[in-house]
């Protein structure tokens, strides 16, 4: 990547819980709020915030994932994070940066795409 990647997003059915599951979380707290819900806890020495809002479908939302110390993500994390959410992911997996407009809004700049044979639908 040529760009500090910050996020990584996609569409999924699967709960937030299965989401951490997928990608190896252990001592995961999960809470939620009127809008936002997520599962924080530790992967490959990384602590991870696995979020989405809770407003509507799973499906029709993108579950968020970024480090909780704002640093970006280095290639080997985003290839392996990237390649374990394949198998829950039903859409193409985004990496990139969310960059905050207001309320609940953001601006999704997306540098790089992990395809996925298995979406259902567009993001």
Known sequence: ?????SDIWFRT???LERVADAIGLVDTTHDAENHWEWVIGTSGGLQLDVTRTHTTDAIN???RIFRLDNQPF???DIDTLCKKLLAISESDIC?????????????KIVFSRF?????????
């Open 13 to 15: 059915a699967a709960t």
């Open 115 to 123: 395809d996925n044979d298995r979406k259902s639908g567009e993001q």
């Open 1 to 5: 990547m040529t760009y500090p990647v």
């Open 74 to 76: 280095i290639d080997a």
């Open 95 to 107: 990496v990139g940066q969310w960059q905050y407009l207001a309320g609940n809004e953001f601006d």
């Open 61 to 63: 939302t993108d579950t």
